[in-house]
């Protein structure tokens, strides 16, 4: 059970950095794209590890399977979500930063 | 200070900046979006209050479906906020003063958080709604039985403020009105985003069914007939979103929509009638069956499909009328 908890903690740390680096992210890159992309971490890679460790240390199966589905849910349209945004912001013609340019 | 507090005071903090950063944006699209966070952050706020079907209610109807509503309603119109004069924002200042004023003063009128003494936790009604409702209902969630049962006239009257709502947008928007203009309407749709239309599609029936389950549910857990019924209502206008409105409304003809409006309604009023034909008094289900708790499971079910069946024909009817106008940029 403890190698269990160690996994859960660590899981659950490595989500929480996730969502850190996210929010980080969010404030500090340049362009749309790029802000899409941390804001796009923040449920994949952040939401995902935290279910991943919270399903360590379920107490009943049946809590487990709700934890899947909502992994489930989150892996589909986390990414959908990023996707249509920088889809949407190339259509309206949303310039791309390159090296050298301001912040927007 | 424990864990829970600290929680409280970031989630309320929270709460306030997003209120603050609402009243001073001028793009109305963003206000949208950052109400819809507002309503989820007091959605987490309910959860921690251990209100679990108010903040489903809150999360539901505050991010589901008014923000979609809001967002429609500012597609026909200018998404920039008029810069108000000063003469005129000191009247607004001076009302938004005095009406917070008096709540923070009424506030300190309220018996302190989790006190054991608080007249809602002293009165013997609240042992009687907890105790007894497991033997007359016999439902696990004492919020249903409230809802449903117990207090089954305020929720009818809860239902015909929805109803209401519906017709009136019904009759400024809808067959009454300007007749539609069919051109212009491809403003709101999503079709050209290819992944957007597959998971869509995916996740459509898992949506649909997600209601059922929170329409049926609601006995054992937190949910019911206003959930489900927003729910449902989103997974139309997600449908409508990304597919078109045409193709939604082969789906559901508004119609049909519109006579869905008065059913529900009607069925809520019909259970009470059959309730005083059996011989009981309005809205006493144990009249339904010969053993008083089977007659009640089965009272609250039509009347928790007959909320649903209104919420979402209304919320829907409610999108529709607004996507189907021409913008008047």
Known sequence: ?104 | MTVFTLINISLLAILVATALTVSRLRALYEAAMLSALFSLVTACLFVLLDAVDVAFTEAAVGVGISTVLLLGGLALTRSREAVTPRRRRLPGAAVAILAGGTLVYASQDLPAFGSADSPVQRHPLTDTYLHQSQEDIGIPNTVTSVLASYRGLDTLGELLVVFTAGVAVLALLGPLAHPVDARRRDDLDLVDYRVLRVISAMLMPFILLFALYVLFHGDFGPGGGFQAGVIFAAGFVLYGLVFGLDKAQQVVPRVVLWALIPFGLLLYLGVGVVNMLLGGSFLDYDTLSSDPAAGQHLGILLVESAIGITVAAVMTTVFFSFANRRATR
């Open chain 1, 1 to 104: 059970m403890i190698v269990l908890d160690i996994a859960s903690v660590v899981l659950l740390a490595a989500g929480a950095l996730f969502v850190v680096s996210g929010g980080v992210g969010l404030l500090r890159f340049p362009d749309f794209y790029t802000r899409v992309h941390a804001a796009g971490i923040t449920d994949s890679a952040g939401a995902g590890l935290i279910l991943l460790g919270l399903l360590l240390r379920t107490p009943s199966w049946e809590t487990g399977v709700r934890l899947l589905v909502i992994m489930l849910f989150l892996a589909l349209t986390g990414p959908t979500a990023s996707y249509v945004l920088a889809f949407a912001a190339r259509r309206d013609g949303v310039p791309i930063w390159r090296e050298g340019d301001p912040r927007r």
